[in-house]
């Protein structure tokens, strides 16, 4: 992937650190909070990383999703820099706390009452990942959340 036309296409200029970042979110393959991108990264401190996702976020080539334990990052597939037409659920596993995201599941529709404007939809999914099934870890049901 050309990251530095990725970055232009948004209307982002192309810099080291941001192509830098560009390619720890699209090789990640899920969701990651500042943190995870920081120790994925390794060269460029937390408040580089955060300036360069603000600048993403408002040119849409990433999103955020809040799953309960904080903010994710993802590259939007969307193809330009004026809107974000990357709508879609995502997974949150209650017990290796990652995200992931279910490209290939549509958003159930949410009627909205007259005189609203709805302009994204945060929609988590939560409970146990096939890795974490994999290992016996169960999920917790009803009344056991803490």
Same mark, same amino acid.
């Given at each position: 992937?050309?990251? %530095?036309?990725?970055?232009?296409?948004?209307?982002?200029?192309?810099?080291?650190?941001?192509? /830098? /970042?560009?390619?720890?979110?699209?090789?990640?393959?899920?969701?990651? %909070?500042?943190?995870?991108?920081?120790?994925?990264? !390794?060269?460029?401190?937390? %408040?580089?990383?955060?300036?360069?996702?603000?600048?993403?976020?408002?040119?849409?080539? /990433?999103?955020?999703?809040?799953?309960?334990?904080?903010?994710?990052?993802?590259?939007?597939?969307?193809?330009?820099?004026?809107?974000?037409?990357?709508?879609?659920?995502?997974?949150?596993?209650?017990?290796?706390?990652?995200?992931?995201?279910?490209?290939?599941?549509?958003?159930?529709?949410?009627?909205?009452?007259? !005189?609203?404007?709805?302009?994204?939809?945060?929609?988590?999914?939560? !409970?146990?990942?096939?890795?974490?099934?994999?290992?016996? /870890?169960? !999920?917790?049901?009803? %009344?056991?959340?803490?």
């Amino acid at each position: 992937m050309d990251y %530095s036309a990725l970055l232009t296409l948004h209307g982002i200029k192309p810099t080291a650190n941001r192509i /830098v /970042v560009a390619k720890a979110l699209a090789t990640a393959m899920r969701p990651l %909070s500042l943190s995870e991108l920081e120790r994925l990264i !390794g060269t460029i401190d937390k %408040s580089n990383i955060f300036r360069a996702l603000t600048l993403f976020r408002e040119q849409h080539l /990433v999103h955020a999703i809040e799953d309960g334990d904080g903010l994710r990052y993802e590259l939007c597939h969307s193809h330009d820099h004026h809107h974000d037409d990357d709508q879609h659920p995502h997974f949150h596993c209650e017990h290796c706390h990652r995200t992931f995201c279910l490209d290939n599941t549509e958003i159930p529709p949410i009627p909205i009452p007259d !005189g609203y404007q709805m302009h994204s939809a945060n929609y988590i999914v939560r !409970g146990i990942c096939p890795e974490c099934s994999k290992k016996g /870890v169960k !999920g917790l049901r009803g %009344s056991e959340r803490a």
